[in-house]
């Protein structure tokens, strides 16, 4: 319609507010560079998905279902149960998003999440094996965005895990799904992948961007750690670039965060 | 997971499948201004990629509601062949496609002066044509060249290369098997000016001290393919 969306633009003084404040050590929100917003978890908020979850961070929420269906494995993996993320970010949740097919960056929270998933081998899913070669349990995990405040991946993922960790298997009967009739068996989790995002501005790198400080930042990276300690999947975004000792210091700091962020779990 | 074909060793006496040593680059060629019409090209021939990159612009932006009064829009399309790798490839965007368009372009979008050309749209499309692991790296690294046959001014290059674990070894820039059934990936791009990074992913499981190493031997990568980009540019139009 050419209306222009000023939602994304941030005028320069607040811009400008923001870097400085930045530069005094101080955040806008109060918090200190490496604090998340207060954190808020509930599961089992939608009784018709086999699992799901509500995070807050903050005021930014976002939703995760998981709904399990049969299918056909994939040929190279014959034995194991397939996965499949998808993210939706409606236009309720933002001026900014828009309807129709999915904006790239729902593909890339899509994706980035999908990675810290899988790459974990968080879902066990030799176990999802129903028949091998013809029939798995197939996981969809979907990612809803309700209330767009700034860092979606951290919600998303965190949404996520726990949406799968509160997931039961439905009943089969004659090759067919019962849903509403639970079986007592849990997906079957084996590891809890958290994701830590971090924001560069100017020469400042600040925990768990609001909204305001994603539209300032020049970088972001998204760093994705398991119950060991070790990393699963990574990705930098943003226009910007981020110095290798930056890198590293982001890893070991996501290490430690995502220790905090499994306590709501 | 049980995956077919995996092989048993990824590493024997030191040699990688492919013979090469954990540290070794597969060969990489690059030339510039190899297509007629684009304001500026690139073919790369990387190991078993093949990869062709051209640059259209400054250009008009449309749709023109996308231009922007300070600087310069610039788009990145990254596709592969259909015929590129074993399995053909459903033509057109798809969610991995969209992705890498993406992290292409904010890879780049550090070093083009975009500032310079206002309201104006510079355009990139990558074209995977043969494709054999690490190819959004390949898609970079042609990019950039590209844009520089374009005569668009940029602070830098921009080289990537990719490190990974297989077989719980830090390699540099796998080879396909390696890629399908290797324990990690970490492609990434720099500025070798200043060695600052500008594309990073990572996937698979790394301890941090594995990262670290892996984040060097990739670093490294890259500065050997800048010198290859440089070359690209001096082979065609001289100059040291």
């Known amino acids: 319609m050419g209306v222009i969306k000023m939602d994304n633009v941030l005028s320069n003084i607040k811009k400008d507010y923001i870097v ?94 999908d990675r810290g998933i899988r790459e974990s081998n968080c879902i066990d899913l030799d176990k999802l ?7 798995v349990w197939m996981v969809f995990v979907d990612i809803h965005a309700l209330d767009y405040r700034g860092n979606l991946f951290d919600a998303a993922s965190l949404a996520c895990i726990a949406a799968l960790l509160n997931t039961s298997i439905p009943k089969i009967e004659d090759d067919r799904v019962i849903y509403g009739e639970v079986t007592k068996n849990k997906l079957p ?77 | 997971m049980k995956k077919i074909g995996q092989p048993k060793k990824f590493i024997v006496k030191g040699k990688r499948l492919d013979g090469r040593k954990p540290d070794e680059m597969r060969e990489v060629k690059i030339k510039a201004g190899v297509l007629e019409r684009p304001d500026g090209s690139a073919y790369l021939e990387w190991g078993g990629n093949k990869v062709l990159a051209a640059c259209y612009g400054p250009r008009e932006v449309h749709p023109r509601h996308l231009s922007m009064s300070h600087k310069a829009l610039l788009r990145c399309t990254y596709n592969m062949a259909p015929f590129s790798v074993n399995d053909r490839k459903r033509p057109g965007p798809d969610r991995r496609s969209t992705e890498i368009s993406k992290v292409t372009r904010q890879a780049l979008e550090p070093v083009v002066l975009t500032n310079l050309f ?52 830090i390699v540099l820039d796998m080879f396909d098997v390696e890629d399908n059934y290797g324990e990690a990936d970490l492609p990434i791009s720099i500025m070798p000016k200043t ?36 070359n690209a540019l001096k082979e065609k139009y001289g100059g040291n």
């Open chain 1, 20 to 113: 400085n404040l930045l530069k005094q050590g101080k955040r806008e929100d109060g918090r200190g560079f490496d604090d998340y917003r207060q954190i808020e978890l509930e599961t089992g908020v939608a009784s018709k998905a086999d699992g799901s979850a509500l995070v807050k961070l903050g005021t930014n929420q976002v939703m995760a279902g998981v709904k399990l269906k049969l299918g056909e494995p994939f040929s190279d993996v014959p034995a194991s149960g397939v996965l499949m993320t998808n993210t939706e970010l409606r236009p309720l949740a933002s001026p900014t998003f828009e309807k129709g097919p999915p904006s790239e960056d729902s593909v890339e929270v899509s994706r980035v999440v």
């Open chain 2, 195 to 230: 060695g600052d990074v500008s594309l990073l992913q990572m996937d698979g499981n790394f301890t941090e001290e594995e990262f670290k190493k892996a984040l060097n031997l990739a670093i490294n990568g890259c500065k050997e393919i800048h010198k290859v980009q440089v």
């Open chain 1, 189 to 265: 989790i084996i590891e809890k992948p958290v994701e830590t995002t971090y924001a560069k501005i100017g020469s400042d790198i600040i925990l768990d961007p609001s909204l305001e400080e994603e539209l300032v930042m020049d970088s972001r990276l998204t760093i994705a750690t398991t119950e060991k300690g070790e990393i699963c999947a990574m990705q930098k975004g943003g226009n910007g670039t981020f110095s290798q000792d930056e890198i590293l210091e982001a890893i070991s700091k996501s290490i430690i965060k995502g220790k905090e962020l499994r306590t709501y779990l």
């Open chain 1, 129 to 135: 094996c129903i028949e091998e070669g013809e029939k």
């Open chain 2, 118 to 169: 206002p309201k104006t749209a510079i355009d990139v499309f990558i074209e995977i044509l043969q494709a054999n692991a690490g190819t959004r790296c390949t898609g970079i690294t042609a990019a950039s060249v590209a844009i520089a046959d374009a005569g668009i001014p940029m602070k830098d290059l921009i080289p990537a290369c990719a490190a990974g674990k297989v077989g719980g070894e």
